[in-house]
């Protein structure tokens, strides 16, 4: 069985005990959170679509823990010109674990 559904604006596929990094939760490390915006639903070949979301159907998570993903360099030049910009980022992540898919 698998879902999906759309955590912190965006959209993910997920299955139980699937492992999903998401954009940083206001939520508390080995807390439970709940994401009621479920767009579709799949058992056994029986597929559920929501216009946009299921009622009633709701996805189960575990917060892991908190951390930054990998730092992505941004560098912008103009050839000839002398200008050269660099910048970085480092987005904030949350790991959630799936326990349940009820739908």
């Known amino acids: ?4 559904v759309e955590i912190a604006g965006q959209q ?4 139980k005990d699937q492992r999903v990094f998401v954009h940083r ?17 799949d058992d056994k070949g029986k597929i559920n679509v ?3 979301a299921i ?9 892991e823990k908190h951390l930054k993903g990998d730092k992505i360099i941004i560098f912008k ?9 660099k910048n970085g980022h480092r ?3 949350t790991e959630l674990t799936i326990k349940e898919i009820k739908g």
Do not use: C, N, W
Request: no cysteine; hydrophobic share 35%.
């Open 1 to 4: 069985m698998y879902a999906i």
């Open 12 to 15: 993910f596929k997920v299955t």
């Open 25 to 41: 939760l206001d939520a508390e490390e080995g807390t439970t959170v709940d994401f009621d915006k479920v767009l579709l639903t």
């Open 50 to 52: 929501g216009a946009p």
């Open 55 to 63: 009622e009633g159907a709701k996805v189960s998570a575990q917060v």
């Open 77 to 85: 030049k103009k050839r000839r010109k002398g200008y050269k910009k």
């Open 91 to 93: 987005q904030y992540l």
